[in-house]
């Protein structure tokens, strides 16, 4: 069974840094695409970062020069750096990847940033 697990989320203050970390299990990771999503109250869930099996990097404008997603494939895990944090990056982090044309989800990580 596909299986991801997030991890890192917490209490920061503005100008603080976080680092999320996504362990997944149940597929050969390291050939899939994994990405990074959050979801604020009222608001849709967006694509936060992306990074493909051979290293390659997006990014949503608003995160770029902030955030950093990586892949450890020997781990079988996913991170993303975040620094700088912003009142507006308060969200439930969430990992996600598509196997066999389904996507999966974990339960997702809390971000809150706040002074």
């Known amino acids: 069974q596909v299986q991801l697990v997030e991890s890192g989320g917490g209490l920061v203050q503005p100008g603080g840094s976080l680092r999320l970390s996504c362990a997944a299990s149940?597929?050969?990771?390291?050939?899939?695409?994994m990405s990074w999503y959050r979801q604020a109250p009222g608001k849709e869930r967006e694509l936060v970062a992306g990074?493909?099996?051979?290293?390659?990097?997006n990014y949503v404008d608003s995160v770029k020069g902030r955030f950093t997603i990586s892949r450890d494939n020997a781990k079988n895990t996913v991170y993303l750096e975040m620094n700088n944090l912003k009142p507006e990056d308060t969200a439930v982090y969430y990992c996600?990847?598509?196997?066999?044309?389904?996507?999966?989800w974990g339960q997702g990580t809390q971000v809150t940033v706040s002074s």
């Open positions: 990074i493909s099996p051979g290293g390659r990097t």
């Open positions: 996600n990847t598509i196997f066999t044309a389904v996507q999966y």
């Open positions: 149940g597929f050969l990771f390291s050939i899939y695409r």
